[in-house]
Nanobody
Framework: QVQLVESGGGLAQAGGSLRLSCAAR????????MGWFRQAPGTEREFVGS????????PPADSMKGRFTISRDNAKNTVYLQMNSLKPEDTAVYYC????????????WGQGTQVTVSS
């Protein structure tokens, strides 16, 4: 089994920054791609971005490009989401997820961490 534990959420002012971390524990050798998603109240879950073991990145939607950066530390089995120039519309629960090696669906999910951006 794999457990994903997010941290780093909280309250930020518009224009500020936050860095989220997601640490994978357990059978980490089974993890392929790690990604971030977010979900605001009353909305569909939104893909934020993903990164594979070799550092290949699937970028976020246009609303986040240039502001959000994903990185990965394979030695620590941790993926990061650096969020800069935050906007109130970035307020959501952010989830870390992971696929099996070679898989295409996200099988593992973290518990989520709340990010709130005040104007």
């Amino acid at each position: 089994q794999v457990q994903l534990v997010e941290s780093g959420g909280g309250l930020a002012q518009a224009g500020g920054s936050l860095r989220l971390s997601c640490a994978a524990r357990g059978r980490t050798f089974s993890i392929g791609v790690m990604g971030w998603f977010r979900q605001a109240p009353g909305t569909e879950r939104e893909f934020v971005g993903s990164i594979n073991w070799s550092g290949g990145i699937t970028p976020p939607a246009d609303s986040m490009k240039g502001r959000f950066t994903i990185s990965r530390d394979n030695a620590k089995n941790t993926v990061y989401l650096q969020m800069n120039s935050l906007k109130p519309e970035d307020t959501a629960v952010y989830y870390c997820a992971a696929t099996y090696v070679g898989g295409r669906t996200y099988e593992y999910w973290g518990q989520g961490t709340q990010v709130t951006v005040s104007s």
